[in-house]
């Protein structure tokens, strides 16, 4: 049966050695397609059929991973992946069935995916052009060993590449972070503190004495540095979440600092919060002046974690993550993370992803009236959040 199904694609090669190669590796993959029993070919057209439509934030490598010959099985990330379709670049540089997708990005015109095997994490960087197949001899002799290919682009220590910096972790604690996180049991304040705790545990060995910074924000807030990982837990222990939002005190006391120091470790901050700031001074006028002074670009980097479903304050961090260069700042430096792409990643993914380039690419630019729009935006969440304030 296997030398009937050789034969028929060796036929097929030959009678059609004028057609292009794209047309040559679809005629291929409708063969091999054939070839499998009914029940598979029922499965894998359902699941080629069906729409891919990617949220949070990944709709942007929709197309790319089809152009990668990757299907996935659900409509976001993490997802499964169904189908690798021949001949693709992801065909040859081995990933499989089954192989479950944790992130997607587009860098310098090439897919780089994360994803999970057997309990282990591996990193794969491919083209998103079908491949040349003129160019190869065989599929058998061209598609590589999962581990050769992983050698090549093995995921980076992302807790050694963060211990190069100072790093600084504001965290909310408004009255609102005692609201629940839905389908979970726990409070935003216990989902931080869980987060936060993991991350300043992994991360002790690489920090040694220096520690992380910790400033916790309501209406006030205080400085705690050289922090260990049992610090950093009892922060969250004996803290009790009250009052009003204003981050943009703290950011602008944190950056002035490092603006005035000698600037030998890049400064990375990140702020989790549930909300936009009812108190304190304008955040993006604070950033934009906190660029003015910068001498390089990834000097600073601001990264605001958003915690919760229903984030009151997206109109705010779309601006600040695409628009902020519009408006005078002289470097990008925000990045912004929605709650589903958190729940997908460690504190330490989401803090490395502009150093790495993976950050989805920004709007440069951008049009004067869509600008404006957003302005308007801000404006409202800013008066929603004004007269909901809640005070324990």
Sequence with gaps: MMQMRKLTQQKIILMLSGLSCLTLTNLIQTTAEAAKPAAVRASTTLVKNSS????????????????????LDADKLPAFVGNVRMGSPSYYAGLADGDKILSANIIQNKLHVVFERGGKRYGLSVHTSPVDLSARHSAAEQKQPIEAAISKNPEPDKIKVLSGSDVVILVDISASMMENVEQAPKTKWQWCADY??????????????????MVPFNADYRVERQCSSEQVANLFRNTTPRGNTDFGSPLKQLLAEHLASDRKRPLIIAVLTDGIPNRGPKIEQVIIDATKAMHREGEIQITFLEIGEEYAGTALLKYLDDYLVHDGARYDVVDAITFDELKNMNLEDALTRVIQGEKPAGKAGGLDAEIDKLKQQIDEERRSSSKSVKVN
Aim: proline share 3%.
């Design 52 to 71: 891919t439509k990617l949220y949070g934030r990944i709709d942007e490598v929709n197309f790319a991973l089809k152009g990668a010959g990757i299907t």
């Design 196 to 213: 936060v705790s993991a991350f300043a545990i992994k991360s002790q060995p690489a920090f040694n004495k220096r520690g992380i910074t």
